[in-house]
């Protein structure tokens, strides 16, 4: 089946650092993928997504573009802060014949100290 | 606020007892999944419901878990005789038929004492 694997983390970077985590996807199909976002103790929040080739998705200055050359979809940011830190979680969705299914990679712990 | 609502937030429970968890999906979506996330992993898909009836329960352990999603009231994720291993959160998701986004709830997290 499809699958999705992440940068092992934790990571962690000072405030203001450039932040990548990696991300790689094997997929039979032509998913959309995604990036998760869980703050701690909290639940799941969508971050950014994108559905095609190429399309970059955005939000909160993170930023993450789809390559489907190299199967990856590795998250980006110029300056991280500390309310940054968190539990992040790459994703795609796995097309049924009828249904779509969310499949998660393992997490990256991030933790930004000041 | 019209999105995925799960309840209880938080469930204590004693080995053996019983675990209900509930989701309201967003209003309108027949679509549900659950996922369990064990401490320190990811989100394992359980199952996935359409009203009334389990698509797919590939994810579900074969004994004491099961899943409903009745024509009216909410999703219920149920675990008998709970064991310590159940520990952990539980996330329901919704979709509408089109099933292009999937909208996650904000999890019950179950501790078993």
């Known amino acids: 089946g499809d699958s999705v694997t992440q940068m092992e983390g934790p990571v962690t970077l000072s405030e203001e650092a450039f932040l990548t985590i990696n991300c790689t996807y094997t997929?039979?199909?032509?998913?959309?993928l995604f990036w998760y976002v869980q703050y701690p103790g909290e639940g799941l929040q969508l971050l950014l997504k994108?559905?095609?080739?190429?399309d970059k998705g955005s939000n909160k200055g993170f930023e993450a573009t789809y390559r489907k050359e190299t199967t990856s979809f590795h998250l980006e940011k110029g300056s991280v802060q500390v309310s940054d830190s968190a539990v992040y979680f790459c994703?795609?969705?796995?097309?049924?014949?009828?249904?779509?299914?969310?499949?998660f990679g393992p997490g990256t712990s991030l933790s930004v100290i000041p | 606020n019209a999105g995925v609502m799960q309840n209880p937030r938080h469930l204590v429970r004693r080995r053996g007892q019983e675990a209900r968890l509930r989701c309201s999906p967003v209003?309108?979506?027949?679509?549900v999944y659950w996922y369990r996330q064990l401490p320190e992993e990811g989100l394992k898909f359980m199952v996935y419901?359409?009203?009334?009836?389990?698509?797919?329960e590939s994810g579900m352990p074969k004994e004491r878990f099961s899943a409903e999603f009745p024509k009216e009231g909410p999703s219920i994720l149920r675990i008998q005789q709970v064991v310590r291993g159940d520990s952990a959160a539980y996330f329901c998701?919704?979709?509408?038929?089109?099933?292009?986004?999937?909208?996650f709830g904000e999890g019950s997290w179950l501790t078993v004492v």
């Open positions: 997929a039979t199909g032509y998913p959309s």
């Open positions: 994108a559905t095609k080739a190429d």
């Open positions: 209003k309108g979506h027949s679509h």
């Open positions: 998701a919704s979709a509408d038929s089109s099933g292009n986004t999937i909208y």
């Open positions: 419901l359409q009203k009334e009836n389990i698509i797919d």
């Open positions: 994703a795609l969705t796995e097309m049924k014949t009828s249904y779509d299914k969310v499949i």
